[in-house]
């Protein structure tokens, strides 16, 4: 598959790239101010909040001035997993995520960009509806893991731990709708 100077330099896909390059730099702060009492903390959640923003942003333009491109199809999820996956990292290294949190998830995710992958020469699978709504979830749920809220208002840890839940099970049940779709596709053809 061969991308044009269209799929690489429009504005949806410029920001899509510069999600992906703000994740080095997140986790970096979000490693050397692990604290919660680190006033600096806020500013890993700060980019955090930003880059997961433009997710909406970038896909909205890009349907908006029709300029939804297959190279954008692919970048999007792996921008999102990127940031969300080092999120996830960052705290389990921190100890503020259980790593078997951690490993679920990141397995559901490597393993449907590993077939979107592997796919990729017959159809580019763009994200569904169950997808978007994980996406969203997760970006909630980091985000409120990242911040320092909680040390200053405890009574938010519970709900946090609802909402980490809720996250976990529908990034598991879209994960597996995603393989009842494949395996469906296959006994079709």
């Known amino acids: 598959m061969t991308y044009s100077r269209r799929d690489w330099f429009n504005l949806p ?4 790239m510069a999600r992906i390059v703000v994740v080095p730099v997140f986790i970096w702060i979000l490693l050397a101010h692990s604290s919660k009492s680190d006033g600096l903390r806020w500013l890993a959640v700060v980019l955090f909040v ?6 909406g942003v970038d896909g909205a333009i890009a349907r908006k001035r029709g300029l939804v491109t297959n190279l954008g199809k692919i970048l999007d999820p792996i921008a999102d997993k ?3 996956g080092g999120a996830m990292i960052g ?4 100890g503020e995520l259980a790593w078997a949190i951690t490993i679920l998830i990141l397995v559901r995710e490597v393993g449907i960009t590993a077939y979107r992958m592997v796919v ?19 970006g909630i749920v980091f985000g409120f893991l990242l911040s320092p809220l909680d040390f200053y208002w405890t ?10 839940l809720i996250t976990v099970a529908v990034t598991l049940w879209t994960g597996i709708t995603y393989l009842r779709e494949a395996f469906a596709r296959t006994q079709g053809n």
């Open 120 to 138: 990729i020469r017959q159809r580019v699978i763009a994200a569904n509806s169950g997808g978007k709504l994980k996406t969203i979830l997760q």
């Open 13 to 16: 896909n410029l920001i899509t």
């Open 50 to 55: 930003a880059a997961i923003a433009t997710d």
């Open 155 to 164: 009574w938010l840890s519970p709900l946090e731990g609802l909402l980490l």
């Open 91 to 94: 705290l389990s290294l921190i």
């Open 82 to 84: 990127a940031l969300i």
